[in-house]
């Protein structure tokens, strides 16, 4: 797990080698983040672009030479003039009012942008003439003005190069699909569809292509907090016979939702378990989400899960971004396999197993040297993976907070005690660490303190 920050808004994409290039928002800045390689280990760059407006709803993508374009409020497209977005940058502001931007580049590498015009809460596209979007005549169209319309959006190209764009109808509440029937979508005579209206339906829209062109799109029931999935069966989602189902209806889940399909065409989608504040996966058993779905929760260190993006390797792993609010970082994730099964922490401690198990002095910053079954030697009360100032501050806060009910540690609890933020020393290193002895003193506070920095993310 890679992670960096701060971030909101976050867009991932993977260049030709595999490795992730993230845009998102920092505060009132653009930053492009770029792995060095497909597992982020090493040669890692972060370019933060300080441009009117905030990169707020960033899209991300890579020209044919693996150059970072970015699609922000605007919509402003950014062009990056090298790799890691460092030098001869450029960026065009092609119209004014522009959220929920989506980006997608043509053959020629000229960029097309689906995005709300929130001035008049219509939904338009932007088709660039050139890859640098300059000259002031670029192709821009007003594809849908039917009420509040545009939020969400989420653009992918036909086979002909022809956009098609899910997103949010706010006036009646529906998922919408335009389909496009030229690369402009000009003439006022494309597609539009309200392929599910029951509820409130379609916010936080997720668009992919299946190999016939027909789209599947993962968004919010925002009636019963539920993750859907469509699957259209034409290019249009018309007919009214689309295949719709809920296949997590657990709890409040289905923000933030990011789709792609697998080499056999079936969905797996990142989204957020508001519930759990956790990061979700689902990986669907067949191409309509109908059976043999597996859902998980990778990362639960922290409220994670917010603004995933989601992208899919050449060998069909998974990888996602994602913000992580209470430290406000983005974390990259990479999945193991398809289904991206939570990472064993078998002490349950909120150090997985193969962190502990690092063994190589130095290691022990990212939680290494420590023993996968003992839950007491990694000590972060505030459970987010980060030993910090928070955690020494709790630890503080339960000075003299004892356990002194003759079983000292251990259930059951005097009141205001917590055996979260007490823990004793058994060396010989500062994170060996052992059970709770029922006392709050400055041991304890020690104890974090040397452990400033031990992180486990």
């Known amino acids: 797990m890679y992670e960096r920050g701060p971030g909101g808004s976050v867009s991932l994409t993977l260049d030709g080698s595999g490795s992730p290039v993230v845009a998102y928002n920092d505060d009132a800045d653009l930053v492009v983040a770029r792995c060095g ?28 030479a693996g150059r970072p374009v970015v699609a922000f409020n605007g919509p402003r497209i950014l062009r990056c003039g090298n790799l890691s977005c460092t030098s001869g940058n450029s960026v065009e502001l092609l119209d004014s009012g522009g959220r929920y931007t989506s980006l997608k580049l043509d053959a020629t590498d000229g960029p097309v942008v689906a995005y709300l015009d929130s001035v008049n809460n219509d939904l338009k596209l932007l088709h660039c003439n050139d890859p640098l979007c300059d000259g002031g005549d670029e192709s821009i169209e007003v594809v849908d003005s039917t009420g509040m319309v545009g939020s969400w959006t989420s653009l992918r190209l036909g086979g002909a190069g022809y956009p098609v764009v899910s997103y949010y109808d706010a006036t009646n509440q529906d998922l919408k699909v335009l389909h496009c029937n030229d690369a402009d979508c000009a003439g006022g005579d494309e ?92 990986a669907c058993g067949d191409a309509n989400c109908a059976s043999g779905n597996v859902t998980s929760s990778p990362d639960t260190l922290g409220d994670v899960g917010e ?128 059970p709770p002895n029922g006392l709050h003193r400055v041991d304890d506070i020690l104890n974090s303190v040397k452990q400033y920095f031990h992180d486990c993310s």
């Open 191 to 282: 597609s539009i569809t309200s392929p599910d209206t029951a509820g409130d339906v379609g916010a936080f829209t997720s668009l992919a292509l299946d190999g016939t062109g027909n789209p599947v799109v993962s968004y919010l029931d925002g009636t019963n907090f539920d993750l859907m999935v469509m699957h259209c069966n034409d290019a249009d989602c018309s007919g009214g016979d689309e295949s719709i189902v809920s296949p997590d209806p657990g709890g409040q889940v289905g923000q933030w939702t990011s789709i792609v399909l697998d080499g056999a065409g079936r969905p797996i989608v990142a989204y957020y378990d508001e519930t759990n504040a956790d990061l979700k996966i689902l």
């Open 37 to 64: 390689n497909p597992g982020c280990g090493s040669g890692n760059s972060r370019s933060l672009m300080s441009s009117p407006g905030s990169g707020a709803e960033t899209s991300v993508a890579v020209d044919t």
């Open 307 to 434: 603004f995933a993006s989601i992208a899919i390797t050449p060998s069909g792993l998974p990888v996602v971004a994602y913000s992580e609010r209470v430290q406000e970082n983005v974390r990259v994730l990479f999945c193991a396999s398809p289904s991206c099964p939570a990472v064993p922490d078998t002490d349950s401690d909120g150090c997985p197993d193969v962190k502990e198990q690092q063994s190589t002095p130095g290691t022990e910053l990212a939680g290494g040297r420590r023993s996968p079954k003992n839950p007491n030697d990694y000590f972060n009360p505030s459970g987010d993976g980060l030993n910090r100032v928070d955690d020494i501050l709790l630890i503080v806060q339960a000075y003299f907070n004892d356990d002194d009910d003759g079983n000292p540690g251990l259930p059951p609890y005097e009141p205001g005690y917590d055996p979260g933020t007490d823990r004793t020393l058994i060396g010989p290193n500062a994170w060996n660490l052992g």
